[in-house]
């Protein structure tokens, strides 16, 4: 199954279609194939377990709903992706800010962490949930998801042209988050690599910042 | 500014594996021959996997049960069975409206015009969540919406008091009009653009009571201008009505700081005097 792009294949197609006719099996199918990548997403976006189910089914309900409009110009996945991004935002505009739940997504283990420290992890995650919410998303939607731009382009709809320097700017901001959460571990050698002035820290790498407790 | 500065901006796209193959070639052989760009290529990498390196998660078992209990009882499929079982009542049903409705226009003899309907937004807002460019032109195909130039919009709508500028503040600049038959009144409709972002107005009678669905309204005061809002996700329609015009914009702005100028730009003469609420 694709999951950026824009063609669907055969059997995609046989299954939007079954699902336009309102074929529960096959509405129950397409949830078995998506439901972990929207989920994933909307974990991450709004590090609430439980938001995220609830904003899962209004997802869902939505997409089943609004299903006859899908023009299938998008991969099936960008458009749930569009759909789940649009509930979160909604949903965090309402209850920002933010608690970092970290039940929820950061204490877990996780078999793609490859080891990392989990305090490692537990920085990013709050680093993460401190991110503006559009910043997140476009971190999430690239990284996590392996979205290229055109891709997040349509499930943000933000124009494909500011798709780079909104995630530079994300970056950005990431990193300078992650130097502040991270004051424990003292600068290295690869700082002063950075490149220009005023650059924030390195990637798990932080400058040591006074008056911020981790 | 050294050549570094200028290619910082392109590192993130490149490591992403964006840009044409020229524009990674010339990356490449640039990162190659400097230690401090490569360093940045692989902070930004690590960045990248940092990110991707999520809890894993695991879907809730009972999360389908939940939406499938959701999803309506009577599927589209099923619907249409209904109707096809009760296709032959509903063809009498029909036949019997017509000749009750023929007969009575026969005996007025069409002297009486026939009432504007409310203006249903319905599948304006039902369509937002989804595509909202798609929506707003929906809408506007719904209400026999024909592009003609923001003169003639506003000449088809002339009993209406309102504006099509070509700029609205903010950068917004006029991309389509569009004039509207809402029942048996004239109404108008302009779309704006900025990058990406769209800007829907739609005027019409203010006489008319509107059909939102299942959306709330709720009253808002934008600027000067007192009236009610309906929000569906970002994207809000906001009215605001003098003694003929309802004003709508739909947009994704912010009420307090972007959407007064455009609201005065649209409806120029607007003043709230007592309660301008929408009737």
New interface residues.
């Given amino acids: 199954m694709h999951h950026q792009g824009t063609g669907l294949t055969n059997s995609e197609r046989e299954l939007i279609a079954r699902c336009?006719?309102?074929?529960?099996q096959a509405?129950?199918d397409l949830?078995?194939q998506t439901?972990?990548r929207v989920?994933?997403l909307l974990?991450?976006m709004t590090h609430s377990?439980e938001a995220?189910?609830d904003l899962?089914?209004e997802t869902?309900?939505?997409a089943?709903a609004?299903i006859a409009?899908f023009d299938e110009r998008s991969s099936v996945n960008t458009w749930l992706y569009?759909?789940a991004v649009?509930?979160a935002?909604?949903w965090l505009?309402r209850k920002l800010p933010v608690p970092l739940d970290p039940g929820?997504?950061?204490?877990?283990?996780?078999?793609?962490?490859?080891g990392?420290d989990p305090s490692?992890?537990l920085d990013?995650?709050r680093a993460?949930a401190t991110l503006d919410p559009i910043d997140r998303t476009m971190?999430?939607l690239?990284?996590?998801e392996g979205l290229?731009?055109r891709a997040i382009?349509e499930v943000t709809?933000?124009?494909m042209?500011?798709v780079?320097?909104r995630?530079?700017r994300a970056?950005e901001r990431?990193?300078e988050l992650l130097a502040d959460f991270t004051p424990e571990r003292e600068e290295t050698g690869?700082d002063k690599?950075?490149?220009?002035h005023g650059r924030v820290g390195?990637?798990?790498i932080a400058r040591p910042v006074e008056g911020r407790v981790p | 500014m050294n050549c570094?500065?200028k290619m910082?901006?392109e590192l993130?796209?490149y490591v992403?594996?964006?840009g044409s193959p020229e524009t990674r070639a010339a990356m490449d052989a640039h990162v190659c021959g400097c230690?401090?760009?490569r360093?940045?290529v692989d902070?930004?990498r690590?960045?990248?996997?940092?990110?991707?390196?999520?809890?894993?998660?695991c879907?809730?078992p009972a999360?389908?049960s939940?939406?499938?209990s959701?999803?309506s009882t009577a599927?589209?499929?099923?619907r249409g069975a209904r109707l096809l079982r009760l296709r032959p009542i509903l063809t009498a049903a029909a036949c019997l409206v017509l000749a009750v409705g023929g007969y009575f226009a026969v005996l007025q003899g069409f002297t009486t015009r026939a009432e504007a309907g409310p203006v249903d937004f319905s599948a304006l807002l039902?369509?937002l969540?989804?595509?909202a460019e798609?929506a707003f032109r929906e809408f506007v195909e719904r209400y026999r919406g024909r592009r003609v130039s923001a003169a003639a919009a506003r000449k088809h709508a002339s009993q209406l008091n309102f504006a099509v500028p070509e700029q609205l503040a903010g950068g917004f600049a006029l991309q389509e009009a569009f004039a509207l038959q809402i029942g048996d009144s004239p109404g108008a409709a302009a779309l704006y653009r900025r990058?990406?972002e769209f800007v829907g107005t739609i005027f019409h009678r203010a006489i008319h009571p509107e059909d939102y669905g299942t959306h709330r309204d709720h009253p808002c005061v934008v600027g000067d201008h007192r009236g009610h809002r309906v929000q569906v996700?970002?994207w809000r329609l906001v009215h605001v009505t003098d003694a003929t015009t309802c004003h709508c914009v739909l947009s994704r702005l912010d009420e307090a700081i972007e959407l007064p100028a455009i609201l005065h730009a649209v409806a120029p003469e607007f003043r709230p005097a007592s309660d301008h609420s929408h009737p």
């Fill in positions: 336009k006719r309102g074929d529960r509405q129950r949830y078995g439901s972990e989920f994933r974990t991450r377990a995220a189910e899962a089914q869902y309900l939505k089943f609004a409009k569009r759909i649009n509930e935002l909604q505009r929820a997504a950061a204490a877990r283990p996780d078999s793609r962490a490859n990392q490692v992890r990013v995650e993460m971190l999430l690239r990284y996590q290229d731009y382009a709809g933000i124009a042209g500011t780079a320097s995630l530079n970056r990431l990193r690869l690599h950075r490149i220009g390195d990637v798990g | 570094c500065d910082r901006e993130g796209p992403d594996g964006e230690a401090d760009c360093c940045e902070n930004l690590r960045l990248g996997e940092r990110v991707a390196a999520g809890a894993e998660v879907v809730p999360l389908w939940r939406i499938e959701h999803l599927s589209p499929r099923r039902d369509g969540s989804i595509d798609k990058d990406t996700g970002e």
